[in-house]
């Protein structure tokens, strides 16, 4: 009978301590300290939320660098990715037709090697990074749909090229903010 | 380079964490005590108890039961009712009854296996208050039952093993909260989110909307990671960009998979008085980790042919975040499917067939490549009882370990959390395979469609968490069997090593002789070595042909 009574108290005040108090707490720090981290690192222009750095959008237009291909088509509400398997013939046939896809819009020979993270979808759905590499190959195709110099567009990627850990990281461009820059260069 | 460094910054790290432990859990003084032991105490009045008693093991594991059925029933309930519950910015509805169920089991024993998407499942109220306060309670009770089978040993001729409440108030209060403290002001620097405000409505680029959830997530996540649980506040967990935005986020939530399960190898070996058993013990996991690392990374990467065929360039990047990569891809997957944690950052569904081999075998060991907080090391002493039985077997003489001689009680307690959940496994996965309510999850074709079933039951037995989430599981039928199976996995590792601990303190203590078989040598590292990979291959080996293997051969084939 005793254990009952310990078991019933201990679960009520381990469930205020590490329930209500901890997070409230850790959020409170984390408001005064960190707000933009906190509250999802969102981008605000002419006062309207625009997106989070962290979150990929979906992009689609010859206007914009194109991000990685998404499960969920960046609903964001939904995250996870296609769990499809390595000998998955559905899998095969949807990379096929995405490799085709990119060679056709950014005009690549018909037996050139696309880059694997512009095909195959991220685990998350909401990858907002590829690689620089991935980002140049589209530069052609940017700078004649909004008529800017390819060096324009060239010096916008170098601009944005992000690597945490000197030598351990690939260097990644986030499409989003390259996409933002283009547009803000437009004006 | 950058693996190796890792591993050796988190052994450096874990020897005075285990030290740290050991202090902290024979109730000496440390450098914490002068801030926590006032609120230790407040807390004992609070809950009246007297933390001086000595419990046996039979009130032990009642009192452990006890707590852990009050904490599925409340956690039951709160989700069923989180609609009318504050804290619940976007209106969510109670969470159906099998969901909720499985939901509750599964939280509570540590395992963290999700059927259901966070984002849209789940209110604020749910996630803090209910998920990740089991997240804490859950790990503690695994680092109880590790301190009793510990007292087995260095206790002798009593019935007393300790106070299960004082236990799992000092591992909350001395060691979780503080190292969760810590982890996820990290993260939240970093940009994982921690916050009370609704979903974030945004008007994308291309003028469509995207609603981008939020919530209190980093100081789930922190204890996520570091309470061997793994349970997402998202559904695409660590891949998340809000649960982990970057390669910084990613090194540290690693390290926190292994870092408390290694420590407590460490502390075993301090308590024991016997640092050298605490290494040997340690080596055998860590050759088994590199092991499996080291196929995983091989056969990851490996690009894969039919892809290759196609006309891309290197990297299995299906299912993975370039923001990490594929080594650091299978280093995270390796840690979490060795140490029970089940977190994810890439999806293991999309993995090499031979890299997911590594993740069921890991699994299939019954998670003592370190595993979860104490019930890993725990399964490691059944495996090592079992080995000692073996070598006594050999030359003659009645097995010992640390002091205690072995009898049969013991062997059999022992042998329990060895055969019991491999059964569950096969029995499980062979009703999923025959009934249509089973097939109707498989979301790949052939080979790949059995490897998502055994992966459910492997994850669930071993209470692991993580999944080939491909599988559709969030039906009454995958519900019930894996959280069945869950609930096996669990008290069929907590009550042996129990059970154990109370016969073993009763015994006193045999001298160590010329004739007693070491027990820190490399002999025994490798006897030990070889019983896991012999049970493991043995028991799995016609399944793990079938699935895994089978597909392998079918990508080189094709």
Known sequence: MKAIKNALLMFVVFSVLLGIIYPVAITGISQVVFPHQANGYLITENEKVIGSELIGQNFTSPYYFHGRPSATVYDS???????????????????????????????????????????LSSGSGLEAYIYVESARLQIPRIAKARGFSEAEVENIVEDNVEGWIVGIDTPLVNVLKLNIALDNTRR | MFIFLFLLLTIVLSIPIGRYMSKV?????????????????????????????EMNWKKYAYSLIVFNLISIASLFLLQLLQGILPLNPRGLSGVRWDTALNTAISFVTNTNWQSYAGETTMSYLTQMLGLAVQNFVSAAVGIATILVF??????????????????????VLYILLPLSIILSIILVSQGVVQTFNSYAIVQ??????????????????????LGSNGGGFFNANSAHPFENPNSITNFFETLSILLLPMSLVFAFGYMVRNFKQGIAIFSVMMILLLMGLGVALWSESQT???????????GNLEGKEIRFGVAESVLWSV?????SNGGVNSMHDSTMPLTGLVYLFNMGTGEVIFGGLGVGLAGMLFYVILTMFIAGLMIGRTPEFLGKKLGPEEMKMALVPLILPPAAILIFSAIALSIPEGLAGINNPGSHGLSEILYAYFSALANNGSAFAGLSANTVFYNLTTGLGILIGRFATIIPAIAIAGSLSQKGKVPVNSASFPTTGPLFVIMVTAVIIIIGALTYFPIFALGPGLEHLLMLGR
């Open chain 2, 304 to 314: 894969n042919p039919l892809m290759q065929k196609l006309g891309i360039s290197d």
């Open chain 1, 77 to 119: 509400v939904t995250s996870g990715g296609s769990n499809l398997g390595p000998t998955n013939q559905k899998l095969m046939d949807e990379v096929n037709e995405r490799i085709q896809q990119i060679r056709i819009e950014e005009s690549l020979s018909s037996n050139s090697t696309v880059p694997a993270d512009l095909v």
């Open chain 2, 204 to 225: 994308t680029l291309e003028g469509s909307t995207q609603t981008i959830p939020l919530g209190p997530a980093a100081s789930q996540v922190a204890i996520k990671m």
């Open chain 2, 335 to 339: 840690a979490t499917t060795a140490v």
């Open chain 2, 25 to 53: 859990f024979e109730g000496q003084r440390t450098f914490m005590t002068p801030l926590l032991s006032p609120i230790e105490r407040f807390i004992y009045r609070l809950i009246q108890v007297d933390e001086k008693e």
């Open chain 2, 150 to 171: 510990i007292r087995g040993f260095t206790r002798k001729n009593t019935d007393n093993l300790g106070n299960f409440w004082v236990d799992m108030t000092r591992s």
